[in-house]
């Protein structure tokens, strides 16, 4: 059975770099029947989609914060990783990772989530 | 990329039905034809219910079904339980490899 996991640290200083990683055990990450992405959730608040991308290294970004992302793969460890530069409180968010099916265009796996705390 | 639109809010009593709308643009929901719905209980991830606008996945139940007319796609629940009681969002392929979300819509069962 397919499992994310996030990974990273709980609580970043404002203008640092957030750095998370989705480990993918129970499968490959490296098929060609999907993509991976992150999305985030503020306290309160709605999912937004901050990026996907595809075993190959092709990485896709949500337009309003493309300039600060960095979506990478690590196929030899079954891994993705997120960095979100600039951050300021706004980025305060749950992160999750998910599967995202290519034919279908859903997110069908997430990982449980990780809370993310920007403040000094 | 704006959010899709979604009421706020919706309540239904045990046993009734209750639809969920989703308004986007013709650049994401009237354009393609993979909008998704995710139901998310407190504090747990979202779990995909409805794919390609009225797929469900193995293990969903045949109480949740999804449409889509023009630019508005649909989550419809019938035969309302206490445990669909949720927040539920839409979400559609926006073109070039984007996504977007609805604003998510809290379901009350009364």
């Known amino acids: 059975q397919l499992q994310l996991q996030e990974s990273g640290p709980g609580l970043v200083k404002p203008s640092e770099t957030l750095s998370l990683t989705c480990t993918v055990s129970?499968?490959?990450?490296?098929?060609?029947?999907?993509?991976w992405g992150w999305i985030r959730q503020p306290p309160g608040k709605g999912l937004e989609w901050i990026g996907s991308?595809?075993?190959?290294?092709?990485?896709y970004y949500n337009p309003s914060l493309k300039s600060r992302v960095t979506i990478s793969v690590d196929t030899s460890n079954n891994l993705f990783s997120l960095r979100l530069s600039s951050l300021t409180a706004a980025d305060t968010a749950v992160y999750y990772c998910?599967?995202?099916?290519?034919?279908?265009?859903?997110?069908?796996?997430w990982g449980q989530g990780t809370m993310v705390t920007v403040s000094s | 990329q704006s959010a899709l639109t979604q009421p706020a809010s919706v309540s239904g009593s045990p046993g009734q039905s209750i639809t969920i709308s989703c308004t986007g643009s013709?650049?994401?929901?009237?354009?393609?034809?993979?909008v998704s719905w995710y139901q998310q209980h407190p504090g747990k991830a979202p779990k995909l219910m409805i794919y390609?606008?009225?797929k469900r996945p193995s293990g969903v139940s045949n109480r949740f079904s999804g449409s889509k007319s023009g630019n508005t796609a649909s989550l419809t629940i019938t035969g309302l339980q206490a445990e669909d009681e949720a927040d539920y969002y839409c979400?559609?392929?926006?073109?070039?490899?984007?996504?977007?979300f609805g604003g998510g819509t809290k379901l009350t069962v009364l």
């Open positions: 998910a599967r995202l099916l290519s034919d279908d265009d859903a997110f069908d796996v």
């Open positions: 129970g499968g490959s990450i490296s098929s060609s029947n999907y993509y």
């Open positions: 991308m595809y075993y190959s290294g092709s990485t």
């Open positions: 013709n650049s994401d929901v009237g354009g393609y034809d993979y």
């Open positions: 390609d606008v009225r």
């Open positions: 979400c559609s392929y926006a073109g070039s490899s984007t996504w977007v």
